[in-house]
């Protein structure tokens, strides 16, 4: 994760900290994670109820090593899939990802989808895995 993205993370966690899962908080983590999709509504309702977890998922995110100098080094096949509305991961950084995997298919944009695109759209990612999987293996 890059600097700025670490920096908006940790301020909407540290607000999270101090004021607890405000409907705003919510409201604004769906759209990122989720985008327009109802699935979003039912997500900022749980959160705003039960509030969002911190701690290891937090840190998981927020912590982890950046290995994207390394992606050359994976021998696998890899199926790349982006939502069209990705705003915490744009489609020009998963396409740096793409292009520094060996063995990456081509960017498998799921259009209409946010940052999720197995919750929203999951018919056309299981078409995109199961074709991945009889052809790539």
Do not use: K
């Not at 489609?91 to 498998?108: D, G, K, S």
């Not at 940052?115 to 056309?124: E, F, G, K, N, Y």
């Amino acid at each position: 994760m890059d600097e700025h993205d670490s920096r908006v993370y940790d301020e909407l966690f540290a607000a999270i900290e101090r004021v607890g899962t405000t409907p705003e908080i919510a409201t604004a983590l769906a759209s990122q994670v989720i985008g327009e999709h109802p699935t979003a509504r039912l997500w900022e309702r749980t959160w705003a109820e039960r509030g969002i977890p911190l701690g290891p998922p937090v840190d998981c995110l927020t912590q982890r090593d950046d290995v994207t100098d390394r992606l050359a080094e994976i021998g696998a096949p890899a199926l790349v899939v982006a939502g069209e509305h990705d705003h915490s991961i744009p489609i020009e950084r998963q396409n740096q990802m793409r292009t520094r995997l060996p063995r990456a298919t081509e960017m498998n944009v799921v259009s209409g989808a946010g940052h999720s695109p197995p919750l929203t759209h999951p018919l056309q990612v299981n078409a995109l895995i199961n074709n991945f999987l009889a052809t790539a293996l």
